[in-house]
């Protein structure tokens, strides 16, 4: 069975960056068969996609943080990270990371973390 | 255009059947899949490619499209359906994967 844990600081300075990792047991990020995403969900509000990557390398990311994202796998700990570069408040939110299946007709993110909580401030 | 609308809330009595909609342009090319997401839990996928159910997913959920809509059936809602829904589909413009604002479920 596939299980995602998210990990990471709960606290981020203004400014500074957010760094999350996703460690994945009972799967392969080096699956050519999913993405690996991270989703983001502020207090109350819905959900909203940063980005994926696949086991190629190839990512995909929100075009409102792109400037400011970076995902990237690590196949020999078998785990994927994120990093969001000068983060504001407006950045506080659960952080999801989520197995990811994409076909040429739909995308469906099928296996998710917990989330862990994150609040920037100072 | 990105966007995936969804009415921000619903009721349905106990028992009775209710469809959650989901409009958006990208829904004309990419199937929309489902999430039912309860207080405090991570999102699960319970409709995915239009009108597949994932192994565990009562079938009374069921999906469907027709144009720019995609809609989220539930037939006989039970109290632990009570929930919030979003659909997700892609943007063809920058491939980037959009969420709908969501709907609140409340079973009466």
């Known amino acids: 069975q596939v299980q995602l844990q998210e990990s990471g600081p709960g606290l981020v300075n203004p400014s500074q960056t957010l760094s999350l990792t996703c460690r994945v047991s009972?799967?392969?990020?080096?699956?050519?068969?999913?993405?690996w995403s991270w989703i983001r969900q502020p207090a109350g509000k819905g959900l909203e996609c940063i980005g994926r990557i696949y086991t190629s390398g190839t990512t995909n990311y929100n075009p409102s943080l792109k400037s400011r994202v970076t995902i990237s796998l690590d196949t020999s700990n078998n785990q994927f990270s994120l990093k969001l570069s000068s983060v504001t408040a407006a950045d506080t939110a659960v952080y999801y990371c989520?197995?990811?299946?994409?076909?040429?007709?739909?995308?469906?993110?099928?296996?998710w973390g917990q989330g862990t909580m994150v609040t920037v401030s100072s | 255009s990105s966007e995936l609308t969804q009415d921000p809330a619903m009721s349905v009595a106990l028992g009775q059947t209710v469809r959650i909609t989901c409009q958006g342009d990208s829904l004309r090319s990419y199937f929309a899949s489902w999430y039912q997401q309860k207080p405090g839990q991570a999102p699960i996928l319970v409709i995915y490619a239009r009108n597949n159910r994932p192994s565990g997913i009562p079938d009374r959920f069921s999906g469907s499209s027709s144009g720019n809509t995609a809609s989220l059936t539930i037939a006989g809602a039970q109290a632990e359906d009570e929930a919030d829904y979003y659909c997700?589909?892609?943007?063809?413009?920058?491939?980037?994967?959009?969420f709908g604002g969501g709907t609140k479920l409340t079973v009466l």
């Open positions: 009972g799967g392969s990020v080096s699956s050519n068969t999913y993405y």
């Open positions: 997700n589909s892609r943007d063809s413009s920058s491939n980037h994967l959009v």
């Open positions: 989520v197995r990811t299946y994409s076909s040429t007709w739909y995308d469906a993110f099928d296996i």
